[in-house]
Nanobody
Framework: VQLVESGGGLVQAGGSLRLSCAAS????????MGWFRQAPGKDREGVSC????????NYADSVKGRFTISRDNDKSMVWLQMNDLKPEDTAVYYC?????????????????WGRGTQVTVPS
């Protein structure tokens, strides 16, 4: 499986970005997908998860109400719409595939990762 993230960049606080994740060599309809991030000097953390059909989503408390995850299995794409960005959102954002079809296990079970895309929100 190959995952390629795009859409990161430099944006002022309060701005928006839409991250994209293109998947290949995998049929996404069977797997939950997630977005994770890692800020400098910090551990990687889960941001959002969407189940295989797109009918259920989870978000970290820090992004609830600001970020929206979505997917199109026919296009093998997953997106993360990020609004009202804050300096603490600065991180490398990674797309990941779960071994499960749902998000009930939280941030566990993700075993394939992209290379990431940098998001920078200056303070």
């Amino acid at each position: 499986v190959q995952l390629v993230e795009s859409g990161g960049g430099l944006v002022q606080a309060g701005g928006s970005l839409r991250l994209s994740c293109a998947a290949s060599s995998i049929n996404l309809q069977y797997y939950a997908m997630g977005w994770f991030r890692q800020a400098p000097g910090k551990d990687r953390e889960g941001v959002s998860c969407i189940n295989n059909s797109g009918s259920s989503t989870n978000y970290a408390d820090s992004v609830k109400g600001r970020f929206t995850i979505s997917r199109d299995n026919d296009k093998s794409m997953v997106w993360l719409q990020m609004n009202d960005l804050k300096p603490e959102d600065t991180a490398v954002y990674y797309c990941a595939v779960s071994i499960y079809s749902g998000c009930q296990r939280g941030w566990l079970g993700f075993d394939a990762w992209g290379r990431g895309t940098q998001v920078t929100v200056p303070s």
